[in-house]
């Protein structure tokens, strides 16, 4: 594609991430345009059309083939609740368009894959929305970590991650026919991301998981409690909640000191940092202005976005098996053998 080319964006899904986060972003990239938008109500979608200022001559779509049936449209953002992913993208890759896909990719593992070799057949670009890694203060630590040589925590030993909300009502993701993990795949799934990518993607060699469900009684958990092993011997815990506000904190502990990231957690690319009790200083930008930013430059140069679908699809694996494991401590525990 011309590396000067405008690339006409479409979104799937007009709600509250698109609406304050993925599309204020992408109207800030010089390189592309918000073209139209799809959403399961069309007096909602050209709502959100007019308040955002699609571009396109007819820009609000209630159908998803005429959606794509637009010739001038050239990648799409799919924002849609985490079960409508798999059909959707695959959709979008099959009419030639690229595609950016909110996290989780996909709600089970066989979808991941589907969704990145559909990509793979038509040629279009996959990307995965991992905003976390688009903090300016992550991104200033990833660096300093990567080679333990000269990394001022020397070897990394262990990370923690906590990142808590406390919700009002159960949302989508806790309904069955939407959603297939509540904590894990609004927050749980950016904690796991964040620690395999400051691990350079290392390979897990065991996991566990223990959930719970306090508040709402949904089937989906409220608060999941993960633990890993790295093949390196690493270890990390992740704790995840929507019915709690803690302090929302990354510390990476090595062979020579700790950095600790404080209120980092979020969408606004804020908080602070400290490394072996200094502060760390850098410059908050929207983190996710820079995810859609790489997505489109991914498009428009031929390369791979920093968040690949295979990324997304390692994910997704991750977090069904942690699922799977709950399930079978829950399990065991009904019938007394724990």
């Known amino acids: 594609m011309d590396k000067t080319k405008t690339i006409r964006v479409g979104l799937i899904g007009p709600g509250s991430i698109a609406d304050e986060r993925l599309i204020p972003a992408l109207s800030n990239i010089e390189a592309a345009v918000f073209w139209s938008v799809l959403g399961r109500d069309l007096e909602k979608a050209k709502k959100f059309s007019e308040k955002h200022g699609a571009a396109a001559t007819q820009a609000a779509f209630a159908d998803l083939d005429a959606f794509l049936a637009d010739p001038q449209l050239d990648a799409v953002i799919v924002a849609s609740p985490d079960k409508l992913h798999a059909q959707q993208a695959i959709a979008c890759a099959r009419s030639g368009k690229h595609v950016f896909v909110e996290k989780p990719l996909a709600?089970?593992?066989?979808?991941?894959?589907?969704?990145?070799?559909?990509?793979?057949?038509?040629?279009?670009?996959?990307?995965?929305?991992?905003h976390l890694r688009y903090h300016a203060g992550h991104r200033k630590v990833h660096s300093l970590l990567a080679d333990p040589s000269t990394s001022p925590i020397g070897d990394i030993r262990h990370i923690n991650v906590s990142w808590t909300l406390q919700s009002k009502v159960a949302d989508w993701r806790a309904d069955d026919k939407l959603g297939q993990?509540?904590?894990l795949a609004a927050l749980g799934t950016h904690s796991l991301d964040l620690v395999t990518w400051l691990l350079a993607g290392a390979k897990v060699q065991s996991t566990t998981c223990l959930t719970?469900?306090?508040?709402?009684?949904?089937?989906?958990?409220?608060?999941?409690?993960?633990g890993l092993v790295f093949e390196s011997g690493v270890t990390a815990q992740i704790l995840s909640s929507v019915v709690m506000r803690a302090p929302r904190v990354v510390e990476i502990f090595g062979s020579k000191g700790a950095v600790r990231c404080l209120e980092t957690l979020g969408p606004r690319g804020t908080g602070t940092i400290?490394?072996?009790?200094?502060?760390?200083?850098?410059?908050?930008?929207?983190?996710?202005?820079?995810?859609?930013?790489?997505?489109?430059?991914?498009?428009?140069?031929?390369?791979?976005?920093?968040?690949?679908?295979?990324?997304?699809?390692?994910?997704?694996?991750?977090?069904?098996?942690?699922?799977?494991?709950?399930?079978?401590?829950?399990?065991?525990?009904?019938?007394?053998?724990?």
């Not at 306090?214 to 608060?223: C, L, Q, R, Y």
């Not at 997505?295 to 994910?315: E, K, M, R, T, Y």
């Open 107 to 130: 709600t089970s593992a066989g979808d991941a894959r589907a969704i990145v070799q559909a990509c793979q057949d038509a040629g279009v670009k996959l990307a995965v929305g991992y």
């Open 181 to 183: 993990w509540w904590s």
């Open 212 to 226: 719970a469900s306090p508040v709402f009684g949904s089937a989906h958990d409220e608060t999941s409690l993960v």
């Open 274 to 338: 400290t490394v072996n009790g200094e502060e760390l200083k850098f410059e908050p930008v929207d983190p996710y202005e820079g995810e859609i930013a790489d997505f489109v430059l991914s498009v428009q140069s031929g390369g791979q976005p920093c968040v690949s679908g295979a990324d997304g699809a390692a994910n997704v694996e991750l977090l069904e098996q942690l699922a799977g494991q709950s399930a079978q401590l829950k399990s065991a525990a009904s019938e007394g053998f724990c």
